[in-house]
């Protein structure tokens, strides 16, 4: 439920119980008096069930909401502003008064930082990879959401350049390794050699200990090579030879395979592709996305000429800031009525795991960071649902040919069989 208060033009904001001594002099209210808002274009308040949840949305584009039991409300802007209400109304229209109001000065320096460097992480990659904001968007939120990333589709669509680019936006270390048959596990992970001026063994760390990992073609090695990923992936540890060190923070895993070519490759298993927290496709760009890479690549390669929006530090913090966005029981639930029908499908061998659910569950506090919210709405859910699920299920039948997408029509007849949270 929507409750527009203020539209376009200055508007009289009822104050109720406030005061000068309340209020202190702020840019964006009228010094004459305390009621009357000036130069916020628009202004919408939103109410929900639980916890009494109000959203301030300001015309800059910049919201942050945090919710409490008593109602209080946090926004994020230029003219950030804490409100309190007691007793809500039970329904506002624009310009109708709304009482027991207060109001106080409140510093939502820690939130605007964040937001500010998820949109550098975001436009610096994008800078480089054209067209694909969309593909650019989830990969930022497997990376704030501490998750890995696969990518398939044909060759020469960018798929290096995108884990490329966001090494270098990160200013994180970057590896790429070349997946071929005859890789083996120490070939990832490293190994003890042997020095014969000392008579002992010493540890060479393999291409794993790093931020950023591309596993290129991961296919086209033997699934004794690709199961060496698995405790990397799942624990952010390696173990070798007894000896269990841990890896790099943070560490991502970016793996690609090409899903037109079969002959002499080894289709991951599905234990494997359950530690992939979303699964996309690149795609074709358009004709004038296309006629814009003519340009960018006429000095060279992007990605050369990119710089770090952010570093390792700050990333982290963004990992475990994760941890502190909000999800409503009744988009939990919204969840699990997602996972459970694939359990039930008749057309589907296999469904969501509860590694997959909880994936899901982080990815959607994930993209709600990214977009500037400090709670998840079912918006996220389903946007979500696609990449972070498709690649989870199994469809029934010998054919794998199109299950990716025969995979994709099954999630979306569910979604739009059950009922969306208000």
């Given at each position: ?67 409490s039991r008593d109602g209080h409300l946090q926004t994020a802007g230029d003219s ?44 610096s990659v994008e800078s480089a990879v054209l067209g694909k904001e969309e593909t ?287």
């Open positions: 439920m929507t409750y527009t208060v203020m539209n376009r033009r200055p508007r009289v904001f009822a104050a109720g119980d406030c005061s000068d001594s309340v209020l202190p002099a702020h840019p964006c209210v009228a010094s004459e008096s305390v009621s009357v808002f000036c130069n916020m274009p628009s202004i919408v308040l939103k109410c929900g069930t639980a916890g009494m949840r109000w959203c301030l949305y300001f015309a800059a584009g910049i919201e942050q909401s945090h919710e950030a502003l804490t409100f309190r209400q007691n007793d809500p109304p039970e329904r506002s229209h624009e310009g109708t008064n709304v009482s027991h109001l207060s109001y106080s000065p409140h510093n939502s320096g820690e939130a605007i930082v964040s937001e500010s460097v998820l949109q550098k992480i975001r436009a650019v968007r989830i990969a930022v939120v497997a990376l704030v959401a501490g998750g890995h990333v696969l990518l398939e589709d044909a060759p020469g669509l960018g798929k290096t350049s995108l884990a490329r680019a966001l090494a270098k936006s990160l200013g994180c270390r970057f590896t790429r390794l070349q997946f071929t048959p005859d890789l083996l596990p120490s070939d990832i992970l490293g190994a003890n050699v042997y020095r014969p001026n000392t008579g002992e063994f010493e540890f060479r760390p393999g291409p794993v200990f790093t931020n950023v990992l591309l596993a290129d073609e991961i296919n086209r090695t033997t699934p004794r090579t690709q199961s060496a990923l698995l405790e990397a992936m799942s624990e952010q540890q390696v173990t070798i030879e007894g000896d269990t060190m841990p890896l790099q923070h943070p560490f991502v895993v970016i793996a690609t395979q090409n899903p037109f070519e079969f002959e002499g490759t080894y289709p991951l298993p599905e234990n494997q592709l359950d530690r992939f927290m979303v699964c996309l496709e690149v795609g074709y760009p358009d004709r004038e996305t296309e006629r814009n890479v003519f340009r960018k690549h006429r000095n060279g390669e992007p990605t050369d000429d990119l710089q770090a929006v952010a570093d390792s530090e700050q990333v982290i913090a963004l990992q475990r800031k994760v941890n502190d966005v909000r999800v409503d029981d009744s988009v939990s639930d919204y969840m699990l009525d997602i996972v459970e029908a694939t359990r039930d499908h008749p057309e589907l061998s296999l469904g969501v795991s509860t590694r997959g659910a909880l994936t899901l569950y982080r990815a959607a506090q994930a993209m709600a960071m990214v977009e500037g919210r400090d709670f998840v709405i079912p918006d996220d859910v389903k946007q979500l649902c696609l990449p972070v699920l498709a690649h989870r299920i199994v469809c029934r039948g010998a054919v794998r040919d199109g299950h990716r997408q025969r995979a994709g029509q099954i999630l979306n007849s569910i979604m739009d069989s059950l009922t969306v949270p208000a």
